[in-house]
């Protein structure tokens, strides 16, 4: 028991150990960034106070990519190895083990999206929003604009509902404006809660539902590639030791996140331009049936 204890402790400080470099880095960067608007009204402390108020949301978004480089990380140490190798000879296998080290992980990333950080975030936007533009005041108001009928459409705001067909009938209602009202429409979508997104997924505006279905199965299932990914550069570890270091692995590990950061944006980006089925957004899925297809045949 103590050997599964001393490999569950080692695995989260290499984890936090690697989360707060990258946070650092990240932090670092955005305040570089922030010097440019410095001006009489918003000043460095501002600065430090809207970075310091967001890293949390930041952070959110690496948080995978933090947990995958630190636990392979973890496997430099020695005396960790052999007390891994010791448990692995007491019947834990690694599926078990990413799942046991990686669920706390999910847990505070999945929490994030529903307490403390949206709203955190919130505040933070319209705190600097406030100093730096000038234009604050008057938010831009977007539209929704969806079809009725085969030559029929209704432009809607949150003030009013125009409708107009092909033979230029035009006409002004509150028909619609009252459901678009209710709905987060004019925030980032990356801002709201899970409770926020069930209820936009509902909404009758088609585009917008979609968004919100593609945004609730992202946050939902793509912690699943992550988990893939480790599990890859892990039977790389045990299999090839002789030929791949564990420099070479972080490598891996970094290159692979990216790259999958890359592909999971352009789904849901896909998704919403060409009115895709939002269930294409579960795709992490295939990659855990694909992982477990080739494992006997490319690992040991």
Same mark, same amino acid.
């Given at each position: 028991m103590k050997a599964y204890s001393y490999i569950f402790k080692k695995s989260m400080i290499s984890f936090l150990g690697a989360l707060l470099i990258i946070s650092a880095i990240d932090f670092s960067f955005n305040f570089f960034s922030e010097i440019e608007d410095i001006s009489d009204n918003y000043s460095y402390l501002d600065a430090?106070?809207?970075?310091?108020?967001?890293?949390?949301?930041?952070?959110?978004?690496?948080i995978y990519l933090a947990a995958v480089v630190g636990?392979?990380?973890?496997?430099v140490d020695a005396g960790f190895l052999r007390a891994f190798n010791t448990v692995r000879q007491a019947g834990?296998?690694?599926?078990?083990?990413?799942?046991m080290i990686f669920a706390p992980v999910i847990f505070i990333s999945m929490a994030s999206y529903e307490y403390v950080i949206p709203?955190?975030? *919130?505040?933070?936007?319209?705190?600097? *929003?406030?100093?730096?533009?000038?234009?604050?005041?008057?938010?831009?108001?977007?539209?929704?604009?969806?079809?009725?009928?085969?030559?029929?459409?209704?432009?809607?705001?949150?003030?009013?509902?125009?409708s107009f067909n092909g033979e230029g009938n035009l006409s002004i209602t509150d028909q619609y404006s009252g459901e678009f009202s209710?709905?987060?429409?004019? *925030?980032?979508? *990356?801002?709201?809660?899970?409770?926020e997104l069930i209820e936009n997924s509902s909404a009758s505006f088609e585009k917008f539902s979609l968004v919100s279905k593609t945004e609730l199965l992202r946050r939902s299932l793509n912690f699943l590639c992550y988990i893939v990914i480790f599990l890859v550069g892990l039977e790389l570890l045990l299999s090839f030791a002789k030929t791949l270091n564990v420099n070479r692995i972080l490598v891996y590990g970094f290159g692979a996140c990216l790259i999958y950061g890359f592909v999971e944006s352009v789904f849901a980006d896909s998704?919403?331009?060409?009115?895709?089925?939002y269930y294409l957004q579960a795709f992490p899925v295939l990659l855990i049936m694909l992982y477990y297809t080739f494992r006997k045949r490319l690992f040991f």
């Open positions: 430090l106070s809207y970075l310091l108020a967001t890293e949390p949301y930041r952070m959110r978004s690496f636990f392979l990380a973890v496997f834990l296998n690694k599926t078990k083990y990413a799942l709203e955190l975030t *919130k505040n933070a936007e319209d705190f600097r *929003k406030s100093k730096v533009s000038s234009s604050y005041d008057n938010q831009p108001m977007i539209i929704e604009i969806e079809r009725i009928k085969d030559n029929s459409f209704v432009m809607v705001s949150e003030e009013l509902s125009l209710e709905l987060n429409y004019n *925030k980032n979508i *990356k801002h709201l809660t899970f409770t998704i919403s331009v060409f009115m895709l089925p």
